[in-house]
C-alpha cells in the first residue's frame, strides 16, 4: 500500500494558505520591516535636471526647416554621447573647482533624448542637492559651447546647429533615492510571496493524518470517528464517565453508533483496539469504548492485552498486578480476575503481572480458551493491543478478533506509518473494520448547547460520578 500525493487544487491552496497564514503574514511583516531598515541604511542622492533645445541655424523656406530638423535628429545621440565626454566634463570639473575625474563625474549624470525631438536633458545625481543642480547646471552649458566649436559650419564659417538652456537645473527638496516606502512595500510583497511558498512546502512535507483526506490518500477504510482533543490542562481519562456531556463523550457515541453498522458476523464482537506508534491514546480510547458500550446497555469486557506497558488498569484506578497473564497461568479463574468497575459500567480485565515474554502469552491456547470464554458472557469484548509498528503482538492478536481499529493520532501519525500499520495488519490475516482520528483539533463551528450541562448540574453530576468512582475503588 503507498500513499497517494497530494493533487493540488483550489481549496488545498486555500487550506495552505488559512491554516499557514500566521506564516504568510510574518514573511511579509519581516520582508517590509528588513526592506525598511536597509533602505534607511543608504545615503539619500538627489537628482537635478536641466533641458537644452539644439535649432538649425540656417534655411528659411519650409523644405529647409524640415530637412533641418530631421538633420539635428540625427546628430542628437551625438551630443548625448559629447554631453558626457572629458572635452565637456573637462570644462564642468574647472568651473565648478571638483575634486574628480571626467570618468567619475560621468557615472553620476544621464543623458536622456525624449523620442522626435531635439530636446536634451541632463540629468545629475548626488548627495548634495546644491551639487546636483550646479552640475546638471554647468553641463548643459559647457555642452552648449562645445557643440558650437565641434559642429558643421556654414559657408559663411557660422555653426549650423546650436543649443540654449531651456530649463536650468534647480536644487530639488526630496531625495530621489532611497524611497522608503516603496522599497518596504516592495520587501513586503517578496516577503508574501515567499511566505506563500513556505506556506506551500510546510503543506506538501506535513504528511501527518489531520483529517479524513489524509486517511482518503493512503486507504479506502472508512473513518469510524472522529475524537476531538482534551482542552489544554485537562487530562483526557475516562471522559464518559467524569463528564458525559462533554463534546468527546459525543465522538464516542457516535463511534459507537458507526461499529453498530460494522456487520459483524457473530453475535459476540470481539474488538482489538491498536495503533501504530506509543502514545496515539489507543488504552483511552479502549476504556472511553468499553464505557460508552456499557452505557449503551452492552454486556461489555476490556481486556489490557498491552503486556509491556499496560494503561487500562491505571485509568480505572485498578490494581493491575491480578489479571490476565495470572488467570492464563491458572492462579485465579477468570471470573475472580475480572473486575467489575461500577454498577452499570463494564467489567475490567487488567494485564496482571507483566510475562517476560508477551507474544509467547498473547498467542498461546489459553489465551484463545480465555476469549472463547468471554465471549459467551459478553456482548462486546474491546482488546487493548500494542502499537503495530513497536512490537508484533498486534499481528499475532488480529486474527483472534472479529475487527480491527486502529487508532490515529492526528497530530503525530504520518501517512506511510499508517499504510505500513494497515499492511502489517492485513498481511497477519486481520479484518480492520475501520479508522478513528483522535486528538483532532475542535471545529470552532461546533454547537455546544447541548454538549454544556447548566451551571451547577454539571458539577452535581461530576460530584456524584467522583463519588461513585470513589466507592467502586474503595470496594
Do not use: C
Not at 510583497?189 to 489524509?214: C, H, K, Q, S, Y
Amino acid at each position: 500500500m503507498t500513499t497517494e500525493p497530494v493533487q493540488w487544487n483550489l481549496s488545498h491552496v486555500w487550506e495552505a494558505l488559512r491554516k499557514f497564514w500566521a506564516l504568510v503574514i510574518g514573511f511579509a511583516i519581516i520582508g517590509g520591516a528588513v526592506g525598511y531598515l536597509v533602505s534607511s541604511t543608504v545615503p539619500p542622492q538627489f537628482q537635478s535636471r536641466a533641458s537644452l533645445y539644439f535649432a538649425l541655424n540656417q534655411g528659411t523656406s519650409g523644405a529647409d526647416l524640415n530637412q533641418g530638423s530631421a538633420y539635428t535628429q540625427n546628430q542628437m545621440l551625438s551630443f548625448a554621447r559629447l554631453a558626457t565626454s572629458s572635452r565637456v566634463l573637462d570644462l564642468v570639473i574647472d568651473d565648478l573647482d571638483l575634486t574628480t575625474t571626467p570618468r567619475d563625474l560621468a557615472r553620476s549624470i544621464t543623458i536622456t533624448i525624449p523620442q522626435d525631438t531635439v530636446i536634451l536633458d541632463v540629468v545629475a545625481t548626488s548627495g548634495d542637492p546644491e551639487r546636483a543642480a550646479a552640475v546638471a547646471n554647468s553641463v548643459a552649458a559647457q555642452l552648449a559651447r562645445v557643440v558650437l566649436d565641434v559642429g558643421a559650419e556654414s559657408v559663411e564659417g557660422a555653426a549650423t546647429i546650436s543649443a540654449s538652456v531651456i530649463d536650468d537645473a534647480v536644487a530639488p527638496t526630496v531625495q530621489t533615492t532611497p524611497n522608503k516606502t516603496r522599497d518596504a512595500l516592495l520587501a513586503a510583497a517578496i516577503g508574501l510571496m515567499l511566505g506563500v511558498l513556505a506556506a506551500f512546502v510546510a503543506t506538501i512535507a506535513d504528511t501527518r493524518v489531520r483529517n479524513e483526506a489524509a486517511v482518503a490518500r493512503v486507504t479506502d477504510l472508512p473513518v469510524l470517528g472522529v475524537v476531538t482533543r482534551a482542552k489544554r490542562g485537562v487530562g483526557a481519562g475516562l471522559v464518559v464517565a467524569r463528564e458525559p456531556h462533554d463534546p468527546v463523550a459525543e465522538d464516542m457515541r457516535r463511534i459507537q453508533s458507526a461499529l453498530a453498522f460494522t456487520a459483524l458476523d457473530s453475535t459476540s464482537r470481539r474488538l482489538l483496539i491498536t495503533s501504530s506508534s506509543p502514545a496515539e491514546g489507543k488504552s483511552t480510547f479502549s476504556s472511553n469504548l468499553a464505557l460508552t458500550l456499557a452505557d449503551a446497555g452492552e454486556r461489555t469486557l476490556v481486556v489490557d492485552a498491552d503486556l509491556r506497558r499496560p494503561r487500562v488498569g491505571e485509568l480505572f484506578g485498578l490494581d493491575g498486578s491480578v489479571g490476565l497473564t495470572t488467570a492464563l497461568v491458572g492462579e485465579v479463574d477468570l471470573a475472580d480476575a475480572i473486575v467489575p468497575w461500577r454498577e452499570s459500567g463494564p467489567d475490567v480485565l487488567t494485564s496482571g503481572a507483566l510475562p517476560p515474554n508477551p507474544a509467547t502469552v498473547v498467542t498461546s491456547q489459553a489465551f484463545r480458551s480465555l476469549l472463547d470464554s468471554a465471549s459467551q458472557r459478553y456482548d462486546a469484548v474491546i482488546i487493548d493491543s500494542p502499537p503495530v509498528l513497536t512490537v508484533a503482538d498486534s499481528n499475532l492478536l488480529a486474527p483472534l478478533a472479529d475487527g480491527v481499529v486502529i487508532v490515529v493520532d492526528s497530530t503525530k501519525t504520518r501517512r506511510p506509518q499508517l499504510a505500513n500499520t494497515i499492511r502489517s495488519i492485513e498481511s497477519a490475516g486481520g479484518r480492520i473494520i475501520g479508522i478513528v482520528l483522535n486528538k483532532a483539533r475542535a471545529s470552532k463551528h461546533r454547537n455546544t448547547y447541548y454538549a454544556d450541562p447548566p451551571a451547577g448540574e454539571g458539577k452535581r453530576r461530576r460530584s456524584a460520578t467522583a463519588a461513585r468512582h470513589s466507592a467502586t475503588t474503595e470496594a
